[in-house]
């Protein structure tokens, strides 16, 4: 098999295993009902660091395209687009920096950065661009949506404490989560990605 057929065929293998573990969800006790947690980062973050930082976005996106086909959309694609966008903002900063020098001092550091980019980006997204465009396809009020963060955590009463209290402390769970398991994954599951 030639070089370039085994890079598809891993990206290919990894992205399907991160769409299968998005369809296991487990709801949060801080965060409204349709932020849920998932571990599908984790084979993107190995193969990022294995195959390099294009092949991160490429599984990404395939990642959200093989979920919407076997388990369809229930946000108007709000959900896919947010997951691929934070998914981004995690595994790109990570995979730069631990392709730059391949230690797990740069695999750490690579990590926290990642993760203070999701943390970030997340909240930006959800503020100015995720929330408010689920609102309006939905005609769903704002006020409905943060009522529902409300509901499970009474410090949420606007959209600002809706990241803040809700969004912001999901993503960084989520990073921290998943870059852990990667850590311990990493080292065994690259000798096989890069025969």
């Known amino acids: 098999m030639n ?24 709801p949060l006790w801080f965060a409204p009902p349709f932020y849920k947690l998932d571990f599908s980062e984790i084979p993107i973050l190995i ?17 959200n395209l093989l979920n919407l086909l076997m388990d369809g959309t229930t946000t108007a694609f709000v959900g896919e687009f947010a997951n691929f966008v934070t998914g981004c903002a995690f595994v790109l900063p990570a995979a730069l920096i631990y392709k730059h020098k391949k230690s797990l001092k740069n695999a750490l ?14 909240a ?5 661009i995720l929330v408010p465009t689920f609102s309006e396809l ?23 404490t809706l990241i ?13 989560a998943c870059s852990a398991v990667t850590l311990l994954l ?5 000798k096989i990605l890069h025969i």
């Open 3 to 26: 070089k370039n057929l085994k890079y598809i065929v891993k990206i290919g293998i990894l992205s399907a295993v991160a769409a299968v573990l998005m369809l296991f969800e487990l």
């Open 47 to 63: 193969g990022s660091f294995a195959l390099g930082p294009l092949a991160g976005v490429i599984m990404e996106l395939l990642k």
């Open 109 to 122: 550091v690579g990590l926290a950065v990642g993760t203070l980019s999701l943390v970030l980006v997340g």
């Open 124 to 128: 930006a997204m959800n503020y100015y």
């Open 138 to 160: 939905y005609h769903l009020p704002l006020e409905n949506i943060v009522a529902m963060g409300t509901a499970v955590n009474a410090s949420i009463s606007d959209l600002k």
């Open 164 to 176: 803040i209290f809700a969004v912001m402390p999901f993503n960084l769970l989520k990073s921290v």
């Open 186 to 190: 990493y080292k065994r599951v690259s």
